[in-house]
């Protein structure tokens, strides 16, 4: 098997691992949602800036945003997520998308980008690849929650399930990983036991060869 059809393996399966799981992210909802909240009421950004969220899975980063008052559009691959989010939070404009297309979308499309607990599963090479393109396409800001430590045994066996990429991304420094991107972390905070969000500043300018050779890259794992 080549790269390419490894990682496009890896993704048809993460399509169904989601889809499968969708049942079960009433749990997560009862979680998350309280979390993504307080944590924008803290915040307290302008609701002019308009939102992208990566992998809005049942919407609730995305919904959160809608409910300060932003303009929202969000994306996911697993369409049974996607369903749910359209009933939950009508007001956002949910949208079916492979993120590794994300070099679709215009530079500079939206204020804000956002990712909520997404990065954690995705190998080294494709998060870098997200996070070239969301400082591509972020404005203003871009907002990332997901683990800042290590979860602890029963985290441990729930991101076993869902693939190998959360040990190497629990052990990256994330000022590093997102510095590579052009990201300026301008506001870090710890909102549970395990996780976290970070505010960054994407770069003002980004040279265009900088951005194809990320991308270059990426094709090269595929």
């Known amino acids: 098997m080549t790269d390419q059809e490894?990682?496009?393996?890896?993704r048809r399966r993460a399509r169904r691992f989601f889809n499968r799981m969708s049942p079960l992210y009433l749990i997560v909802e009862r979680h998350l949602f309280p979390q993504y909240r307080d944590v924008l009421a803290r915040l307290a950004l302008s609701p002019e800036l308009?939102?992208?969220?990566l992998a809005a899975g049942t919407g609730l980063l995305a919904g959160a945003f809608a409910e300060r008052g932003h303009t929202v559009a969000g994306l996911d691959f697993a369409y049974k997520l996607l369903n749910r989010a359209r009933k939950r939070f009508p007001g956002v404009y949910f949208r079916y998308l492979d993120l590794r297309h994300l070099d679709r979308i215009e530079s500079g499309a939206y204020d804000l980008v956002s990712m909520?607990?997404?990065?954690?599963?995705l190998s080294p090479e494709f998060r870098r690849f997200i996070l070239w393109e969301t400082a591509r396409i972020a404005r203003t800001n871009v907002l990332i929650f997901d683990y800042g430590c290590d979860g602890g045994l029963f985290i441990r066996f729930i991101e076993w399930i869902e693939g190998p990429n959360y040990p190497l991304f629990i052990a990256e420094d994330r000022e590093r990983e997102l510095g590579k991107a052009g990201?300026?972390?301008?506001?870090?905070?710890r909102v549970s036991d395990f996780g976290s969000y970070w505010l960054c500043t994407p770069p003002s300018r980004?040279?265009?060869s900088s951005a194809h050779g990320a991308r270059e890259e990426l094709a090269a794992s595929e």
């Open 183 to 189: 990201l300026r972390i301008d506001r870090e905070e």
């Open 6 to 10: 490894a990682f496009l393996d890896e």
């Open 50 to 53: 308009s939102v992208l969220d």
């Open 206 to 208: 980004r040279s265009a």
């Open 116 to 121: 909520g607990y997404f990065l954690h599963g």
